[in-house]
């Protein structure tokens, strides 16, 4: 290991330690600075105190720190506020500059600072009008005319030319039309926010309402806990409470106020929280998620009948609940589907979600992750994902920048990728690549929006951790692959005169699939390609390569555990095979003195007769049951090999007793991954497998039930899938269903993972060129060379009628071949393992390329690739 790259990353870790789990009231570490609020707070005066108090002692800024932080914190290309990942302005940070340079000029101070923000203004006003004219934010286009009036009021020289004027206009027209239509309190028009929450940028008519302001003051002193507002508000009306906000707000947040302020920091806790495990970096914060964790656990448990106070709350509430139910579910928490789907059963609430969809997007963005980890009998989270997902598939449809999403492509293509990749069928350092690139080109904060939580997606100290992170496990990732080619070479895998290379592919799954909870120095990741390689070559020997009768002399073999009478490939398979067994015995033994030599070989046993039943029934054009041919599909798939060789070396490491059958069966949670990836092989490649002559479970479900059409049988088959893959999930997260140690569960989540990627009806990885390029993201490309926002491997997201015609013309003329198939013409070799070729050679224009150099069949999908 670089010893240098493990303490540059272990001292960061504790630096952010200290900054993020602080014990403060306020966590400014994870909360960004507003400018445009500093700035409305720098601009009270002790003479606005007079009101308050009728003290008259004082004169200048009352809240110095503020004006202190205006004059030190102006961007080198002289603005102030929101910058995108690379460093340009957005949008706000025109009425952002124009709030700064006012407080400046209001002080007769930062001469320098003000020249370098006028020549921003007019160098970039109408670049950045131009870019967001199809749709200015809300926010935006109340503020900005507002700030330019005032700004011109002060005596500040504003300057717009032909283009930027004209541009200028079209804001004010718009900021006209809302003025005019909404009332100060309304909320019925869908926004986050009513009018009177824009105080400070409204017309003197609204300011003056001061009967009105004081109304709607929150307990606090508070209007809608927007720092900017309160500020005008104090200024209008010089109201004690709204002082004592504004006060005990400088006094948490010293250097700079926020945009809203007081937050839900237990939101900002879970948003946190979220944001390192997507960015691959829990195993740091183990201890401190756990903590943060239990902690909103309980207060789960204690507010259950808690009712929505309003509707403008909504989003929040909807978010919180959603984010708090994923997080506490993963971590292993037992907590019930309506602490989220409450919603789903109250048509108001859904018609207002409908209605306001650019308000809702990212919000119904998360509710559809929480559905991810769905179980078994969860019928109310069977509707509210399908109307998340509806909600979704509708929004992305928009043209709109509205608020805040919209203006994020980032968060946009995110959005897209949930929806074509199941978060099942995703290898996870791969997201976490996605997402710290993704978090590189996020804004600073996003505007003056209710979605302050959004601004907790950025934060310089976290990114940087977790490019170094990232970097370090690609480099050990590397170092770990050299000795992975070697092993395959000196064992004569790599040129065994059949079949295909696949070392990288066997290396890259299976790291790719466990980097959030393997360590950097796990040997489990070589356990898992080696095997996944010995089972590949042993694949293509039984499906292509071998006559019956030498298949069976190997079968003999391996049941004897004795090679002393074989040659060529079948002695180069078999010694693979016992060194890979024999360290994987040594490394238990080293640290458990008990030899598992005999569990090892037995799971081997079992998966080479499992192999040669499958050929003796196509050499036989036999037809099995299905039955029949699950109970050894199920074995010959290879998924419980990789698992629980991998399983025994970890610490703490699986029992002796776990690593084999018991009474015949082994351990649920194995059995359904076994079962699971079986069927997701056959849910997938019924077309290819009947076109080569072959059958799977499908087909025979078919061909055992003479009145079903193939679409019939298909979504039999996905019936099961589905409920075998929830039963999985929670046999993976909850406790109580088996007695295994927790990394043990997460490889075999891991191996599913890797399985539905190759099974995905979305084709992920459709061609060699799509498989090199992402080995090259996780392994070889540091993420410094990212230069903008990551394209993602989506396809375009379908409407129903799409897919039900993209389905019509999948299945068209299958059912003419399958009772040809199922009735043993061309029938040879056709219950192999996976959807490896059997004597015959793959379509040359197969999507998953099996004909290409460097390659591996659908077998080694399940021995990942």
């Not at 207002?352 to 559905?371: D, L, P, S, W």
């Not at 037995?602 to 003796?616: G, I, V």
Request: glycine content about 4%; hydrophobic content about 40%.
């Amino acid at each position: 290991m670089d010893s240098s790259s493990v303490s540059s990353i272990e001292s960061l870790v504790n630096e952010i330690k200290k900054d993020m789990f602080s014990n403060q009231e306020f966590n400014t570490f994870v909360t960004p600075i507003s400018a445009y609020d500093t700035a409305w707070l720098a601009m009270i005066s002790y003479n606005n105190q007079e009101k308050a108090t009728n003290d008259h002692s004082f004169s200048g800024p009352m809240f110095e720190s503020c004006l202190n932080w205006i004059l030190n914190n102006q961007n080198e290309q002289g603005f102030w506020g929101e910058s995108n990942g690379e460093n340009l302005p957005t949008i706000y940070a025109l009425p952002t500059t124009l709030a700064c340079m006012i407080a400046l000029k209001k002080w007769n101070v930062g001469e320098t600072n003000i020249k370098k923000g006028l020549k921003f203004i007019h160098a970039n006003t109408e670049i950045l009008l131009k870019e967001n004219s199809q749709q200015f934010p809300r926010w935006f286009t109340i503020v900005f005319p507002a700030m330019v009036q005032l700004a011109k009021s002060v005596g500040l020289e504003i300057i717009f030319v032909n283009g930027s004027e004209r541009l200028l206009s079209d804001v004010v027209m718009k900021r006209k039309v809302i003025l005019e239509s909404e009332k100060l309190m309304d909320v019925t028009a869908g926004h986050d926010q009513p009018l009177l929450a824009y105080l400070e940028s409204l017309p003197n008519y609204f300011v003056d309402q001061k009967d009105q302001i004081l109304k709607h003051l929150s307990e606090d002193g508070s209007l809608f806990q927007s720092p900017s507002a309160t500020a005008q508000a104090f200024m209008s009306t010089g109201n004690q409470k709204c002082l004592e906000y504004l006060m005990s707000i400088v006094h948490k947040c010293p250097n700079g106020v926020p945009s809203r302020f007081p937050v839900d920091e237990e939101l900002i806790n879970l948003c946190m929280i979220d944001h390192i495990q997507r960015m691959g970096l829990a195993n740091h914060f183990n201890k401190e998620i756990e903590q943060i964790l239990g902690q909103v656990y309980k207060n789960q448990m204690n507010n259950q009948n808690e009712y929505l106070s309003e509707i403008s709350t909504l989003p929040e509430r909807l978010y919180k609940d959603s984010l708090a139910f994923r997080l506490l579910r993963l971590q292993g928490y037992k907590i019930n589907q309506g602490s989220f789907c409450w919603f789903v059963h109250q048509p108001q609430i859904r018609a207002y979600i409908e209605k306001n969809q650019e308000r809702f997007t990212y919000v119904m963005y998360n509710v559809y992750r929480a559905t991810d980890l769905m179980f078994n009998g969860e019928s109310e989270m069977e509707k509210v994902r399908s109307f998340a997902r509806n909600f979704l598939e509708s929004s992305m449809e928009l043209v709109s920048n509205e608020d805040n999403l919209l203006l994020l492509p980032s968060l946009q293509k995110v959005i897209e990728h949930e929806l074509n990749v199941p978060w099942v069928a995703r290898l996870e350092h791969l997201d976490h690549r996605l997402w710290i690139e993704l978090s590189q080109s996020l804004p600073l904060s996003i505007g003056k929006s209710a979605d302050y939580w959004l601004s907790c997606l950025h934060n310089d100290k976290l990114v940087k951790l977790a490019v170094q992170n990232y970097e370090y496990r690609q480099s050990v990732y590397r170092t770990e692959l050299e000795e992975l080619k070697r092993w395959s070479k000196e064992k004569d895998l790599v040129d065994i005169g059949f079949g295909r290379e696949k070392t990288t592919y066997s290396y890259f799954a299976s790291a790719a699939s466990s980097s959030s909870f393997l360590p950097f120095d796990s040997f489990l990741r070589l356990v898992v390609a080696k095997c996944s390689i010995v089972i590949t070559v042993a694949d293509d020997f039984y499906d292509e390569e071998a006559s019956l009768n030498d298949l069976k002399i190997l079968t003999d073999a391996v049941q004897r555990w004795d090679g002393s009478n074989l040659d060529g490939p079948s002695k180069i398979i078999f010694d693979a095979l016992d060194d890979l067994v024999c360290d994987v015995a040594k490394l238990y033994h080293l640290r458990h003195a008990i030899d598992i030599t005999s569990e090892l070989r037995r799971q081997w046993q079992e998966t080479f007769l499992a192999w040669m039943m499958e050929s003796t029934w196509s050499n036989n054009v036999a037809m099995p049951s299905r039955n029949e041919y699950l109970e050894i599909g199920m074995i010959s798939i290879g998924a419980h090999i990789l698992v629980l060789h991998a399983a025994s070396l970890e610490n703490p490491s699986l029992p002796r007793e776990k690593l084999k059958p018991i009474d015949g069966q082994y351990e649920n949670i194995t059995k359904l991954l076994m079962v699971t990836t079986r069927l997701l092989n056959d849910i997938q490649s019924y077309q290819k497998e009947c076109e080569v002559g072959k059958m799977n479970y499908t087909l025979l479900h078919m061909n055992e039930n003479p009145g079903a059409q193939l679409d019939d049988s298909i979504e039999y088959v996905k019936e099961i899938l589905a409920n075998k893959k929830k039963e999985f999930l929670e046999n993976v997260l909850m406790d109580g269903f088996n007695d295994m140690p927790k990394t043990c569960k997460l490889l075999h989540l891991s191996c599913l993972n890797v399985f539905h990627m190759f099974f995905n009806s979305c084709n992920l990885f459709d061609t060699k060129a799509a498989i090199l390029e992402d080995i090259m993201r996780a392994i070889y490309i540091p993420l410094q060379e990212q230069t903008s926002i990551p394209s993602l491997k989506t396809s375009p997201i379908l409407t129903p009628q799409e897919k039900k015609k993209k389905k019509e013309k999948k299945i068209e003329n299958i059912p003419t071949k399958v009772s040809a198939c199922l009735n043993g013409k061309n029938f040879k070799h056709q219950v192999g393992i996976g959807i490896s070729f059997v004597g015959s050679k793959a379509p040359k224009n197969h999507p998953f390329g099996w004909n290409t150099k460097g390659f591996a069949s659908q077998k080694l999908s399940s021995c990942f690739i």
